[in-house]
């Protein structure tokens, strides 16, 4: 959806190194979430926002953190990559749940 | 706290055939129920949900559910399927834990349409 913007797309980065996923909106919606997805697990939350500079941990946060500075931007910082931490990571925003979500195209994160 | 069970992790199934894709949910709570559908190499895409009313609901590409409460289910039903279909598709739910808006996803199913 064009609403919701992840970059980068792809990434790979090695064992012990930061890593920054960035998550920009241009819907204006207050909350937003990032996600992992992982065969067999299907979604798990790892952080939300439901505001600026407001946050909360998810189900699966340890080992990541994340910003909300501004109501269009979302970051999500892993402070030091592990292997367990491959995975593909989505980003959605909402404005109520009688809308439901919507993702972007997910970034591909290999850490190595 | 909330959960989602998809019991088929894989459904295969021939074109122009009807499929149901399963769904059973708990919770302590009034729930919000959705269905979401993935296409390879992209995000999620809200294809329905059920809020409260009919029970009942459509989507615009022939997908329907039915919200059973005493069943605690939401199955997704497609009375004759595409090619097209062809994707994964995560059930969800939602309830107001802790006063924030969050959803639980369940694990999804792989449909698969045979031409």
């Known amino acids: 959806d064009a609403g919701i913007t992840q970059s980068p797309r792809h990434k790979v980065t090695e064992t012990g190194t930061p890593v920054t996923l960035r998550c920009h909106q241009t819907e204006n919606h207050r909350y937003m979430y990032w996600y992992r997805q992982d065969p067999g697990h299907g979604l798990r939350l790892i952080h939300y926002s439901y505001g600026v500079k407001d946050t909360d941990k998810g189900e699966v946060s340890d080992g990541y953190s994340v910003s909300r500075s501004k109501t269009e931007d979302f970051l999500l910082t892993l402070e030091s990559a592990t292997s367990s931490q491959t995975s593909v990571y989505f980003c959605a925003a909402g404005q109520g749940l009688n809308y439901g979500y919507t993702f972007g195209s997910g970034t591909r994160l290999t850490v190595v | 706290a909330q959960s989602v069970t998809q019991l088929d992790s894989q459904v295969p199934v021939f074109e122009e055939a009807p499929v149901e894709l399963r769904c059973n949910y708990s919770?302590?709570?009034?729930?919000?129920l959705f269905w979401y559908v993935q296409y390879p190499n992209q995000g999620l895409q809200l294809l329905l949900k059920y809020l409260s009313g009919s029970t009942l609901v459509e989507s615009i590409n022939g997908f329907e559910a039915e919200f059973n409460k005493s069943q605690t289910s939401f199955h997704l039903r497609k009375p004759s399927v595409h090619i097209s279909d062809t994707a994964e598709y995560f059930c969800?739910?939602?309830?107001?834990?802790?006063?924030?808006?969050?959803?639980?996803f369940g694990t999804g199913t792989k449909l698969q349409v045979i031409p």
């Open positions: 919770s302590s709570v009034s729930v919000y």
């Open positions: 969800a739910v939602s309830d107001r834990s802790g006063g924030y808006q969050k959803v639980t």
